[in-house]
């Protein structure tokens, strides 16, 4: 069991920068990846970067590549999305989701694990 908590939203500018958190807790030893998926009210939740249980590795899907970044600090037990030159089809609901296996493919759906979202509004 693992849970999750986003927060860092709020409202940004178009071009504008913003930082999200995750930070997890949980009783197991298993080693788990963490993926950000961004959602538009009455859209699915897409998926758009993850970053593997070492922190080693990350996986962005090309429409936020250059322009984020997923990073994990592993004693806060927090992953980090650092977004920049945010566009208007940013704003939405990001979630966070864990699971041991890293997702890299754009199609993923997200595993069992979620967080509550924190909403990021752009603004013109």
């Known amino acids: 069991q693992v849970q999750l908590v986003e927060s860092g939203g709020g409202l940004v500018q178009t071009g504008g920068s913003l930082r999200l958190s995750c930070t997890a807790s949980?009783?197991?030893?298993?080693?788990?990846?963490v993926a950000w998926f961004r959602q538009v009210t009455g859209k699915d939740r897409e998926f758009f970067a993850s970053i593997d249980s070492t922190g080693r590795s990350t996986y962005y899907v090309d429409s936020v590549k250059g322009r984020f970044t997923i990073s994990k600090d592993h004693a806060k037990n927090t992953v980090y999305l650092q977004m920049t030159t945010l566009k208007p089809e940013g704003t939405g609901v990001y979630y966070c989701?864990?699971?041991?296996?890293?997702?890299?493919?754009?199609?993923?759906?997200?595993?069992?694990?979620w967080g509550q979202g924190t909403r990021v509004t752009g603004s013109s």
């Open positions: 949980t009783r197991t030893s298993t080693p788990y990846a």
């Open positions: 989701n864990a699971e041991p296996q890293y997702p890299i493919t754009s199609d993923y759906r997200g595993g069992p694990y």
